[in-house]
C-alpha cells in the first residue's frame, strides 16, 4: 500500500468516524427531546378596559450646552495627549535588554 493509499485511508476513516459521532450526538438529542417535550405555557387574555386619564406632557427644553462642550473639550484633549505618544516608542531607540545582548554579540 502506497503513502498516497494510506493517507487517504485514513482520512475515509476519520470522516467516517466523525459523521457516525455527529450523528450519535443528533440522535441524543432528539431522543431527549422526544423524552422531555417543551410544555407550552397556558396564558389567557383578559381584555380589560380602563378609563382614559388625561396625561401632562411636560416638555424638557433646557439643555446644558455647558456640560457638553467641557465634555466635547476633555475628549479632544485627551485625544490630543494620546497622539503625541504614538511614536515616541520609536524615537526612543531599544531598549536595554536589547543593548545588552547586542553588546555580548559583539564578544
Known amino acids: 500500500m502506497s503513502d498516497f493509499q494510506s493517507g ?10 466523525t459523521f457516525i459521532a455527529l450523528l450519535v450526538f443528533i440522535g441524543v438529542m432528539v431522543g431527549l427531546k422526544k423524552l422531555f417535550p417543551v410544555k407550552e405555557k397556558k396564558t389567557e387574555i383578559v381584555a380589560q378596559v380602563e378609563e382614559a386619564v388625561p396625561t401632562e406632557v ?20 485627551l ?6 505618544q504614538l511614536g515616541a516608542s520609536l524615537l526612543s531607540g531599544p531598549g536595554p535588554y536589547r543593548m545588552f545582548k547586542m553588546v555580548d554579540r559583539k564578544k
Open 58 to 77: 411636560v416638555a424638557h427644553t433646557e439643555t446644558n450646552a455647558e456640560e457638553i462642550a467641557a465634555a466635547v473639550a476633555a475628549v479632544a484633549f
Open 8 to 17: 487517504l485511508l485514513i482520512s475515509v476513516v476519520g470522516l467516517l468516524t
Open 79 to 84: 485625544r490630543a495627549q494620546r497622539a503625541g
